[in-house]
């Protein structure tokens, strides 16, 4: 089975600093991760994805996100936070050798406060 | 492209009554995905298609529920009879090939059932 955890619900941090959006994953095999962000009113959107290779993954909207494996995590990262980054951030995985079905995590509210 | 499309909006109906949402892939997506929002329980895959064709329907909750997808460029949830319970956001999402994880999502349809 696969799975996955965001520990906070919410994040709160000052326009211009560094942001940290946390996601922790549980598969039997070598995952595939992701993240995703919502909009109010609106679906999910694609930021970036890990599949192989570097550690270090770069995405939409100046976010990136590291893939640990020892620590089996996949946490979002910005250096610097805009207002309009505030939003609803989904992580995701799936297990290589599953079914085509991605586990959402439950989401963490991200507010940058001006 | 004007991206996933999804009707209605908003739903409001009786305990009973019978539901439809609809949706639009993107053209040339050969993957169609429906989910469910809520607050309770996040985001749930209820069924995924590959090229029109039911893959897993493992989620759909109960018998009330059913999907189709006649043709490539549309599909339908439907549910009946309704019950409060499945108030929720009903979000259809496509995606084409091997990069099938990236998910293009719909705006949703939020359902209320009274």
């Known amino acids: 089975a696969q799975s996955v955890a965001q520990p906070e619900d919410q994040v709160n941090v000052a326009e211009g600093n560094p942001l940290t959006v946390k996601c922790t994953y549980s598969?039997?095999?070598?995952?595939?991760l992701f993240w995703y962000v919502q909009y109010p009113n609106r679906g999910l959107q694609f930021l970036l994805k890990y599949i192989t290779g570097d550690n270090l993954v770069k995405g939409s909207y100046g976010f990136e996100a590291e893939f640990n494996k020892s620590q089996t995590s996949f946490h979002l990262k910005k250096p610097s936070a805009l207002v309009s980054d505030s939003a609803l951030y989904f992580c995701?995985?799936?297990?290589?050798?599953?079914?085509?079905?991605?586990?959402f995590g439950s989401g963490t509210q991200l507010t940058v406060l001006p | 492209d004007a991206g996933v499309i999804q009707s209605p909006r908003h739903e409001v109906t009786e305990m009973g009554q019978e539901v439809t949402l609809r949706c639009k892939p993107i053209s040339g997506h050969d993957y169609l995905f429906w989910y469910r929002q809520t607050m309770m329980r996040g985001l749930e895959l209820l069924i995924y298609f590959n090229n029109n064709v039911p893959i897993d329907d493992s989620g759909m909750p109960e018998d009330r529920f059913s999907a189709k997808m006649p043709n490539a460029s549309f599909s339908t949830l439907k549910i009946q009879p309704s019950e409060p319970r499945d108030s929720a956001v009903y979000f259809c999402?496509?995606?084409?090939?091997?990069?099938?994880?990236?998910?293009?999502f719909g705006s949703g349809t939020q359902l209320s059932v009274l």
């Open positions: 999402a496509s995606s084409f090939g091997s990069s099938w994880e990236k998910l293009f």
């Open positions: 995701a995985v799936r297990d290589r050798g599953s079914a085509r079905q991605l586990t």
């Open positions: 598969v039997s095999g070598n995952p595939y």
